[in-house]
């Protein structure tokens, strides 16, 4: 169980038959559980409710939808989309 795993972080299910997609953790539950979506099959409407044990943390982000959600705002798949792309191909620095 994974307790540094917060609202508006990105992971990755490690079981399940949607196991190795980037999804976004929408909110944690206080069983255990955290509801997740990608955007795309998985949307905010209906988030997919997964164990934590069965997720691995990839990062944490920043980014406008994430401020979205951690302050209760109303959240498009796109955004989740657009914040899921980000952290999946971070920018490179020099």
């Known amino acids: 169980m994974d ?3 917060v609202k508006s972080d990105i992971v990755i ?9 980037l ?3 929408i909110d944690r539950l206080s069983d255990g ?5 990608d955007g795309r099959l998985r949307k905010i409407e209906h988030p997919k409710r997964k164990k934590d044990k069965h997720v691995r943390f ?3 982000t920043d980014c406008r939808a994430a401020l979205k959600l951690r302050n209760g ?5 796109s955004e989740i989309r657009r914040a899921i792309a980000d952290a999946a191909n971070p920018p490179l620095t020099e």
């Not at 559980?33 to 979506?37: I, P, Q, T, V, W």
């Not at 705002?73 to 798949?77: D, P, V």
């Open 3 to 5: 307790d540094n795993i």
């Open 13 to 21: 299910p490690i079981r399940g038959r949607d196991q190795g997609a």
């Open 23 to 25: 999804m976004m953790v």
């Open 33 to 37: 559980y955290l509801l997740l979506a």
């Open 58 to 60: 990839v990062a944490h």
């Open 73 to 77: 705002e109303k959240l498009s798949n």
